[in-house]
């Protein structure tokens, strides 16, 4: 197929230095333009025996830094993804139908000017389509200098816990919730171009301060269903978020990141004392590769009061959402939200974290903040496989997984074949959407597999009478497996024996679980 390819000459776009006038909201866009641009694979399907990809295109936007793509549409099969490759440097998204519904029908930003977009099918799959509509790329990013004082003091730093947000660029820090969501500032989602993509371990920018962007892998959707903010200004600015798991690695943002802030119960009393440490993505222009980084500068608290405090630390556009932490005690007691210094000093704002509004979201969280293993609810994810009986195997469980717990935590499957045997295979390193047998491993290898029990069946009438039943508490507390400790999410499936099946096995749905103390 012809490459497509952007023609128009770059647009490059301004950002208005941060003047005098207090409380400035410090989001920053990065420049970019956006082009309608159309194709369509049409319907396509894979008749062989073999998985294969059966459409491909390229998308070329010569001399941009970075881009992202846009889809009208996406069709997928079961078992088949959506696959976009980066040329410059052969990093790789997948998605399926459930993962490109997650990311809005939009690919992980890429850095680079050619990308290639497939469709990959499992053997004998049904019908796809994938439609592209247009595309995002990157333009060059004009320096922008302001700071609290003469100079600015700001350095390098890597803290795994905060993100970058984008396209609207601000500054987002996982906490310590049951599902380690993140909190920002509230206008960077209500401007347009609101924050939906995550990304955690960002690299320098270019010699001209063009971002450039971490392999897919560390870029993840946000959940809109998750959202909750605010934004009437200084005082009541602020937002409480979550985002779906990598396709990739499966894993969450928290539990690839493996740390987060402790949240305060609030601002402290005021302490000539006490420095507060302001750690974020503000843009920059010497050296121009800090640019959209992670930076940190540790400066006076300068006040405290109603649902704000002051403090003297350098801040940028781009660092709304960062993280106030109070230096002497590592703790997150506010949320950066806007900028009133200037060369000859002032102060910079932000939320105290026990402001009213903030509290209520927190205490009632919504989408995927509110439910998932991390919340003490096992979930049961994927799809099984129809069997040689026209049945749909499923799981289910009973209990709780603990460490230390008598109680049994059971993992069950039903509507299997009866009187074969069944195993459950488990693994410690995120979902999984491999094509296996005309199914989905929906476990992330390495797998460790249970001995395997012979099913007598259950009672009653009907075809599909199979059983398989096993407490998981039993094997972790067994130290069989002595990674199966306080905290280690689990996911597990189980295969079954099907004579009547053409690869002659079968697979249910899985489940995904968090082990307690």
């Known amino acids: 197929m012809t490459p497509l390819r952007l023609t128009r000459a770059l647009v490059v776009a301004g950002l208005a230095a941060l003047g005098a006038a207090p409380a400035v909201a ?11 641009l159309a194709t369509d694979t049409g319907w396509v399907r894979n ?35 959506l696959r976009v490759v980066g040329h410059a440097e052969g990093t790789v998204q997948e998605l399926d139908a459930a993962e490109a519904a997650r990311w809005a029908r939009t690919s992980a ?40 004082g003469p100079t600015d003091d700001r350095t390098l730093s890597s803290d795994p816990r905060i993100a970058r947000l984008l396209p609207a660029l601000c500054t987002g820090w996982l906490l310590d919730d049951c599902n380690h969501c993140l909190l920002t500032a509230g206008h960077c989602f209500d401007t347009p171009g609101e924050i939906d993509t995550v990304q955690f371990n960002v690299p ?121 932490v109070v230096e002497q005690t590592g703790m997150a007691v506010g949320i950066h939200t806007h900028g009133g210094c200037t060369v000859g000093g002032g102060a910079n704002s932000g939320l105290d974290v026990a402001q009213a509004g903030l509290q209520a979201a927190l205490a ?24 040689s009986l026209f049945c749909l195997p499923f799981l289910s469980h009973a209990g709780a997984p603990s460490a230390s717990s008598t109680a049994p935590f059971t993992i069950d499957a039903e509507d299997l074949v009866a009187n074969r045997p069944s195993l459950l295979v488990y693994g410690l390193n995120g979902r999984g959407s491999l094509p296996f047998h005309g199914a989905t491993l929906c476990v992330k290898a390495p797998l460790t597999r249970l001995l395997p029990l012979q099913d007598t069946g259950k009672a ?31 996911r597990a499936q189980v295969f079954y024996q099907d004579p009547g099946d053409p690869f002659g096995d079968g697979l249910t749905d899985a489940i995904e679980f968090q082990i307690a103390p």
């Open 460 to 490: 009653g009438s009907g075809l599909c009478r199979g059983t398989y039943s096993v407490d998981f508490n039993g094997h972790v507390q067994s130290g069989a497996d002595p990674r199966l400790s306080s905290g280690t999410i689990v």
């Open 364 to 387: 009632a969280p919504r989408g995927v903040c509110a439910t998932g293993i991390s919340c003490g609810t096992p979930e049961v994810y994927c799809s099984g496989k129809l069997n």
């Open 204 to 324: 320098l920018s270019t010699s001209n301060g063009t971002l450039v962007h971490p392999p897919p892998e560390d870029q993840y959707p946000v959940d809109p269903a998750s959202r909750q903010f605010a934004n009437t200004g200084l005082g009541n600015d602020w937002a409480y978020f979550g985002a779906f798991p990598n396709p990739i690695t499966g894993k969450t943002a928290g539990e690839a990141q493996g740390v987060w802030f402790t949240l305060a119960p609030g601002a402290p009393a005021f302490d000539p004392n006490l420095t507060i440490r302001i750690t974020g993505y503000g843009v920059d222009g010497s050296p121009a590769q800090h640019n959209g980084v992670q930076q940190t500068h540790v400066g006076p608290l300068l006040s405290t009061g109603p649902d704000v405090l002051s403090y003297g630390a350098d801040t940028f556009s781009g660092n709304s959402g960062s993280p106030v």
């Open 109 to 148: 930003y890429f850095n680079g000017d050619a990308l290639q977009v497939e469709i990959v099918a499992p053997p004998r799959s049904g019908r796809c389509r994938v439609r592209l509509r247009g595309v995002t790329a990157g333009a060059i990013h004009p320096p922008l200098a302001t700071q609290c």
């Open 26 to 36: 410090q989001n920053a866009p990065p420049p970019s333009f956006r082009y309608d």
């Open 47 to 81: 008749p062989r025996a073999h998985e294969d990809v059966i459409a491909s295109f390229p998308v070329v936007a010569t001399g941009v830094p970075w881009m992202r793509l846009h889809f009208a549409d996406v069709q997928l099969a079961e078992g088949a993804r």
